[in-house]
Structures are given as C-alpha cells and as structure tokens.
C-alpha cells in the first residue's frame, strides 16, 4: 500500500526535464505535502504519477506494482490511484449527482450506487444540491465535490493538486480537516500540493520541498514547519516573527 | 413545383441524418471528422454493389450500414495517439482515399461513371406516390437517428463522451479509456452516415465519385455549424435549410437568366457566405450552448 517514486526524470518538451531524478515516498495511510515554489515542478510530479507524463528515467510504484506498464486510465481501477487536478476538476454542465457518476464507472452498478447515496451523506452541502448543475457550486463545494467523486471507487492513494486554492481562510480549515477525515475514515494515503504550507503542514504528516525539479528538503510536517530557511525561502510564512 | 418540394425534403432528410452523425462525433464528442463523407460513400457505394447484387434493398442498407460503421471504427483506431489536430486532418486525407478507390477500381465501383441503374426504393409506385413513399420512409429514418443521439447524449456514455471533449485529462483520470470512447463513437457515427449515403443512393438510383468530394463534407459540416454544433434538432434544421439553397439556386437561372455554368460556383458562393455570415453575425450561435457556459465561468 505504499506510493513512491524513484529518481524520476519527466517533461513536457524533449531534452527539457522538469523533474530531475526526483524521489517521494507515501506510506499507507499518510498524509504528504509538496511544498516549493511556482513552477519547482509540483503539478508535473502529480501529473508523472497519474501518468499524463511518462517517465524519461526512473520508476513509479504503487503496492509493488510499477506504473509504467498500466495504460493512465487503468490506474484508478487496477491500481486505486486517483486524483483531482487543480484545476477544470469538475464538469460544469451535469448535476453533482452526475459528476459522482463519472467517477464510479467501473463501481458494480449495486454497489456504485450505495456508494454514491453515502458520499451524498458525508457530504450534506452536496447532498442537498444533487440535482443542481455542478457550476452552480461555490468554490468551496466545488472541491469538496471533486474529492467526493475521486473517491467514489475507493481509491487506496489520493492525489491532490492545491486543493485549498482560492478558498477563503475558513474554508481552507475546513477543507485541510476534512482531508484529514477522508484519511482517517477512508484508510487511503494522500499525496497533496499545496501553498498554503502553514495550514497544509499542520494536517500532515510529512511534507517535501522541491526546488527545480528536486528534492530540497524532506522531514516529518513539524520539522519542515521549523525549518527557518525552508519557512523563508518557500513557504511564504511571511515576515519573521 | 411539389416534385420539386418533396425532393428538396427528401434530400433534407438524408443529409439531417448525416448531418445528426456529424453533430454526434464532432459536437457531442469534439471529434473534427472532416471526411465525414467517406463515410456516408462507403454506405452508399454499399448498397449500390450490393442491390446490384441482387440483395434486397433493406437488407443492402444494413450491410451499408455495417460497412460505415467499420469504416468509422478504422478512422477512430487510425493514429489513435495523433492529436485532435492532425487525427483531423487524417481524416480529410482518409477521405479522399476512399475517393480515389471510388474513381480508380472500376471493376467494384464503376470507376468515373459511378454504378447506375439500381433498383430504386418503391419500384411498384410512381410519380409522387413514390417521391411521398421515400420522403415518410427517410423521414422515419431521420426521426429514428436523430432520437438514438438524442438518447445516447442523455446516456452514461454520452456524459463521457462530452467530459471527453472539454476535459480529456480528467475523463482519463477518472479511469475512462476515451480512445475506445473515440471508436465507439465513430462506429455509431458511421453506422448513421452510412445509412444517409445508402438512403442516397436507393433515392437516386445512382452514386459516382463526385459525391465524394471533399466540398460535400464541408456542406455537412455547414449544416451542423449552423443549427448550432451539440445540438440535435439544430443539425436537422441546418439540413434543411442548406438543402434547400443547394437545391434552389439552379432555379434562379430560370428566373435571372444565369449561365449555367455559373450556377456550380454560385452555390459554392452562397453557402460560403452563409456560414460568414452566420460566424459574424451570431457567432455564439455557433458554439455548443454547453461549451459557453463553461467558458463563462472561467477567471
Ligand atoms: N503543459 C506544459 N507544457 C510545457 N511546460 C509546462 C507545462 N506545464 C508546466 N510546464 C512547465 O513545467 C515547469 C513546472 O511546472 P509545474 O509542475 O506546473 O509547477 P508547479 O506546480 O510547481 O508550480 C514550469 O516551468 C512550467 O512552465
Ligand atoms: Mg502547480
């Protein structure tokens, strides 16, 4: 049950890495955060494990099983990777109830079902709305629909890109609890990006920070938390206290 | 004057079914097939060999049908990792293989002069009874195909089908496999232009290669772009209102005494600027309604 990636070389125009033999380990039922700053290669980390991006060198594991030979839309049923980009992550035009569905194709039509009226529970801002357009969410819904339907197969890794962006200081709370809920109630480990360090850090439990497509700094989320150059340089902490 | 009505209907609900298959892979699904007319000929070309065959003409339909349909299945596995782009243009240049297969291997298809002679549909009628006959059973066919879209556009697959247009990412992240997605489509969309073009050529008792030129796909495209693309009684309401200028403009010769030599360009002419017109004057009319809404909601 463990997700990791191995010395990974990645990107999107020939002879250009992004990533540059990058290395990240998620334990069963961890929470770790990528941290770093804008364009250090986050979303593409993301995007390698999910394998939009293929790797030039290097490995992504997950239960043993190395990705590379799994077609990218195999890799939520064989392999229970799922994951919410940053952004377009849901589709305006159908219902919430709809959207769910999309993510529960491969789900037994009995069991799909039972799932999606239990999301709808855990979920009651979204339940009430079932039959509403899914653009006619606010922001906040919106994400917390995108990690509904992501769910809705009962994926073992959740991957997250900045899933807090945009929220206002209340919702990002409320958001960084409810991941931490997800973990707890759904067993899965999660992998998420973030900038919000501060917030993101404290639900955590270990974090990475990538500069340029490597590895910078990695620790428990408390040691990142306290490392003073890694709280400067990246987390934009702000001035120092 | 009502012969020329009913042929003018007619050829509306044929090319409102080709017109409907269109909308379905290129509206629906985001598919640019720009040789939607091969299609529609491999139907057609279909029937043709077949009736003269000696099959009966429902059963020659089917097997157009069949035979678009794998046809279509061939253009959605054709490059299946090109991008939208290039697919689309594999698409034209497919096309107009099938043309040249049309023009050249005479001994199948008749070579330049086409397969006439075919027994047409409702051999026993004639005049107007028969012209009336075509128009119902076309127009049932038309009913039939535009209501399968309509229907598989409400389906689960249909949904995909549309995340597949706007989002191909997150419809292969949520674990949908759009390339078989992208076949299917184009099968069933094969299977609807190929009975169009079979429905052709039991209605003229004729198919040559002409037909298969690249200006008719864009005519079908011109269709679908006008009823609004996505939407199905748009196609149809396109089809008619392009069928009837195609089919009008030869009678202004009549009236302003025009040479008719003429009248070819002419036509070219007015459905060129027709689609202008409709780009400058309504271009939100032009884009699925869905697709905007989308865009709206962007920062
Ligand atoms: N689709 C793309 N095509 C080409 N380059 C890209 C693409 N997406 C991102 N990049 C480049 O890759 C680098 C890393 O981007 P990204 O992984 O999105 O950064 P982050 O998520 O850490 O902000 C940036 O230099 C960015 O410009
Ligand atoms: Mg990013």
């Given at each position: 049950m463990t997700l990791s990636v191995h010395e990974v070389r990645a990107g999107y125009v020939p002879d250009a890495d992004i990533l540059n033999g990058?290395?990240?380990?998620?334990e069963p039922g961890e929470i770790v955060t990528i941290l770093g700053p804008n364009g250090s290669g986050k979303s593409t980390l993301l995007k390698t494990v999910v394998g939009q991006l293929r790797p030039r060198a290097g490995r992504v594991v997950a239960d043993g099983r190395d990705l590379a030979g799994i077609p990218v839309h195999r890799r939520i049923r064989d392999c229970g990777v799922a994951y919410v980009p940053q952004l377009d992550n849901i589709f305006g035009p159908l219902t919430i109830r709809e959207n769910l569905e999309l993510g529960g194709q491969f789900v037994e039509p009995a069991a799909r079902k039972a799932r999606l009226e239990q999301l709808l529970e855990h979920y009651p801002n979204l339940g009430r709305k079932a039959g509403a357009r899914a653009d006619s969410l606010s922001g906040g819904e919106r994400q917390m629909l995108a990690l509904a339907?992501?769910?809705?197969p009962g994926p073992r890794h959740l991957l997250l890109d900045e899933p807090s962006a945009g929220l206002s200081p209340l919702m990002m709370d409320e958001l960084f609890a409810h991941i931490r809920r997800i973990r707890d109630r759904?067993?899965?480990?999660?992998?998420?990006?973030?900038?919000?360090a501060a917030e993101s850090l404290e639900v955590s439990d270990r974090a990475y920070v990538l500069v340029m497509g490597r590895v910078h700094r990695e620790g428990t989320a408390q040691e990142i938390l306290e490392d003073e150059t890694v709280g400067h340089l990246y987390l934009g902490a702000g001035p120092v206290h | 004057m009502l012969e020329f009505c009913l042929h003018v209907l007619i050829m509306s609900a044929i090319f409102g079914i080709a017109a409907v298959s269109l909308n379905l892979q290129a509206g629906t699904s985001g598919l640019l097939n720009f040789g939607q007319i091969a299609l529609f000929g491999i139907g057609a070309y279909a029937v043709a060999i077949l009736t003269r065959a000696g099959l009966p003409w429902p059963a020659a339909l089917l097997a157009g049908m069949a035979a678009a349909a794998l046809g279509g299945f061939a253009i959605g596995r054709l490059g299946r990792d090109l991008a939208a782009e290039y697919w689309a243009l594999a698409t034209l240049a497919v096309a107009e293989l099938v043309r040249l297969v049309a023009l050249n291997e005479d001994w199948l298809t008749g070579g330049p002069q086409g397969i006439g002679g075919i027994t047409g549909l409702f051999p026993g009628l004639d005049g107007p009874a028969r012209a009336l006959a075509t128009l119902a059973l076309a127009a049932a066919l038309l009913l039939a195909t535009a209501l399968t879209a309509r229907r598989l556009g409400e389906t689960q697959f249909g949904r995909v089908l549309r995340l597949m247009r706007e989002n191909p990412d997150l419809a292969t992240a949520l674990g949908h496999d759009i390339v078989?997605?992208?076949?299917?489509v184009l099968a069933i969309g094969g299977a609807m232009a190929g009975l169009a073009g079979g429905l052709y050529t039991l209605y003229l008792a004729f198919i040559g290669p002409d037909q298969l030129l690249p200006f008719e796909t864009f005519l079908i495209w011109t269709m679908v772009v006008l009823g609004g693309l996505g939407n199905v009684a748009g196609a149809v309401v396109g089809a008619l209102l392009v069928t009837t200028l195609y089919a009008g403009i030869p009678f202004l010769k009549d009236i302003v005494a025009l040479p008719s030599d003429l009248t070819g360009s002419l036509r070219v002419f007015a459905i060129g600027s027709i689609v202008l017109a409709?780009?400058?004057l309504k271009p939100q009319g032009l884009v699925p309604e869905r697709?905007?809404?989308l865009h709206a909601q962007r920062p």
């Open positions: 990058l290395s990240v380990t998620v339907r992501a769910l809705m759904e067993g899965v480990s999660v992998l998420m990006v973030e900038q919000n | 078989a997605c992208k076949v299917k409709a780009l400058m697709l905007r809404r």
